[in-house]
């Protein structure tokens, strides 16, 4: 019933941002009807903020892969400059898909999928049948030497609103260094676009660092903002440039406020998508405290790529550094996910976010129906809130997860699955592994910021808490990055 979108700091996400791609269909999704806020707990407490299956309606549940991080990205940004972030900008998904995980590997290409749980925790209003599932997929990392050449077109905002600090310095300083760490056998195009859009470098071996470094130097900021004519010239410089065989890229770096020429989502939208079904996908990097996060996001879904959001310089090395030039291959094409959830077993099942991203269970084996793309080494991971059925059984199965797939070199359909009972979900959340608990915080922040003003289901305090403790276990910045900008934000409310 639910698409994915598009990996937490824009280096996880950009990272897996030139590998990732997805688009989803609307329709199929059956649900139970709802309150505008929600269906009324059977114990009278807080209504859940998102829809409530029943599994005995609808038992499947299906999404297509596509992992974006920009809004957990942006959300950090304006939290700690004092600002929380607009509901509508606030996803779930995104938040939880910005951490790293800890899932194994396949031992081939395709995905490992594991399926885990736990109780909520006792700082959690809930009925004492609720438990918390987690569903993670994971491909095989790759070595960068073995990945396909890969041919980059840049096009890159130079509009006068670029000239805040963060924005065009920042971009420009990521490039440079991305120059100096590509093979010599990769390839960079670069655009620049205000009211207009010219072509500051034509496809150029990365072995010519020096040319590409005096393109990237000239980028300075001029007018209004034509995204249109910037995503219209990216194109055409990309098909020019294009190479059988290598990774084909159009990487927008831009604050997303267009002004100038189309200002419309839908008639960019329809160029980008006929360009991505040339095999050019699209990748959105936002910047700015202003940004049109509405916008880079139907771009990146449309264009088969996903957005991501920057604000920092170590940040963006990073990501264009080590994790882009590992991460151009790409390991599964149109990638989707089937739940099928265990009537005898699940009373009702509620997805955390991925809001609109639905696709009808009926396409989950049409090929024919786009997916998502997934690189080497990537991890994709969903939320369920699932309430058992009274006299469930540790034995008995909730749902097998299926994953269905492309394979890039062949071009035939593959799947994988996995399963998961009762006693899998049924550990104490405190004894839960420390990354559930991370994905847990990350989920339920964002479902706190979306709840117009009150905790909803869990305290802010609470959550910091929690994402404390998973830092300490798993000793990552990241998460402790985390514990931090909640509690910045309990303090903005």
Same mark, same amino acid.
Request: contains cysteine; hydrophobic residues 35%.
């Given at each position: 019933m639910v698409q994915i979108r598009r990996s937490a700091l824009l280096l996880v996400a950009l990272a897996?941002? %030139?590998?990732?791609? +997805? =688009?989803?269909?609307? #329709? +199929?999704?059956?649900?139970?009807?709802?309150?505008?806020? #929600?269906?009324?707990?059977? *114990? #009278? +407490?807080?209504?859940?903020? /998102? *829809?409530?299956?029943?599994?005995?309606?609808?038992?499947?549940?299906?999404?297509?892969? *596509? %992992?974006?991080?920009?809004?957990?990205?942006?959300?950090?940004?304006?939290?700690? *400059? /004092?600002?929380?972030? @607009?509901?509508?900008?606030?996803?779930? @998904? @995104?938040?939880?898909?910005?951490?790293?995980?800890?899932?194994?590997? !396949?031992? #081939?290409? /395709?995905?490992?999928?594991h399926v885990d749980g736990a109780r909520l925790p006792k700082t959690h209003e809930a009925g004492g049948d609720e438990r918390l599932l987690r569903v993670g997929l994971q491909t095989r990392a790759e070595d960068e030497e073995r990945r396909p050449d890969a041919a980059l077109t840049f096009v890159i905002d130079v509009s006068g609103s670029m000239g805040e600090p963060g924005r065009l310095d920042l971009v420009r300083d990521a490039l440079h260094t991305l120059v100096d760490q590509l093979r010599p056998t990769d390839s960079i195009a670069v655009v620049e676009f205000s009211n207009e859009a010219r072509v500051v470098r034509e496809m150029t071996p990365v072995a010519d660092a020096r040319k590409l470094h005096v393109a990237i130097d000239s980028l300075h900021t001029r007018a209004s903002t034509n995204l249109e004519a910037g995503l219209v010239l990216g194109y055409r410089v990309a098909r020019d440039g294009f190479r059988a065989g290598r990774t084909n890229r159009v990487i927008v770096l831009s604050d997303g406020l267009a002004n100038t020429g189309s200002t419309e989502a839908e008639p960019i939208l329809r160029r980008v998508r006929a360009e991505a079904e040339k095999q050019i996908a699209l990748l959105g990097v936002g910047v700015g405290s202003d940004y049109g996060d509405e916008l880079m996001e139907q771009l990146a879904d449309r264009g088969d790529g996903f957005a991501v959001y920057v604000s920092e310089r170590e940040q963006a090395r990073e990501v264009f550094v080590r994790q882009l030039p590992a991460t151009l291959s790409v390991r599964a094409l149109d990638a989707k996910v089937q739940v099928s959830f265990a009537p005898q077993a699940v009373r009702s099942y509620r997805l955390v976010g991925y809001d609109n991203r639905a696709v009808a269970d009926e396409d989950f084996r049409d090929d024919r129906v786009d997916g998502g793309e997934v690189g080497p080494g990537h991890s994709v991971t969903a939320l369920y809130a699932v309430r058992l059925a009274e006299g469930a059984s540790p034995s008995d199965r909730i749902a097998q997860?299926?994953?269905?797939?492309?394979?890039?070199?062949?071009?035939?359909? $593959? @799947?994988?699955?996995?399963? %998961?009972?009762?006693?899998?979900?049924?550990?104490?959340?405190?004894?839960?592994? !420390?990354?559930?608990?991370? =994905?847990? $915080?990350? $989920?339920?922040?964002?479902?706190?910021?979306?709840?117009?003003?009150?905790d909803g289901e869990v305290r802010l305090t609470d959550l910091a808490a929690i994402a404390d403790g998973a830092a300490a276990a798993t000793e990552d910045a990241e998460v402790r990055d985390l514990a931090r900008v909640i509690r910045s934000a309990d303090e903005l409310r």
């Open positions: 897996t941002a %030139v590998a990732v791609s +997805g =688009c989803g269909s609307d #329709g +199929g999704a059956r649900r139970t009807d709802a309150a505008p806020h #929600g269906p009324v707990r059977p *114990d #009278g +407490g807080t209504p859940w903020s /998102g *829809d409530e299956t029943r599994a005995s309606d609808d038992p499947l549940s299906t999404f297509a892969l *596509d %992992v974006d991080t920009a809004s957990y990205g942006y959300a950090r940004r304006l939290i700690m *400059d /004092g600002r929380l972030p @607009e509901q509508g900008t606030v996803r779930p @998904e @995104e938040f939880v898909n910005s951490f790293r995980q800890d899932y194994p590997q !396949p031992a #081939g290409d /395709g995905f490992a999928v997860v299926q994953v269905r797939w492309t394979d890039p070199a062949e071009r035939t359909p $593959a @799947e994988t699955y996995g399963s %998961v009972t009762v006693a899998d979900v049924d550990r104490d959340f405190a004894t839960a592994s !420390p990354r559930l608990r991370a =994905c847990y $915080a990350a $989920a339920w922040f964002a479902q706190t910021l979306r709840a117009d003003g009150s």
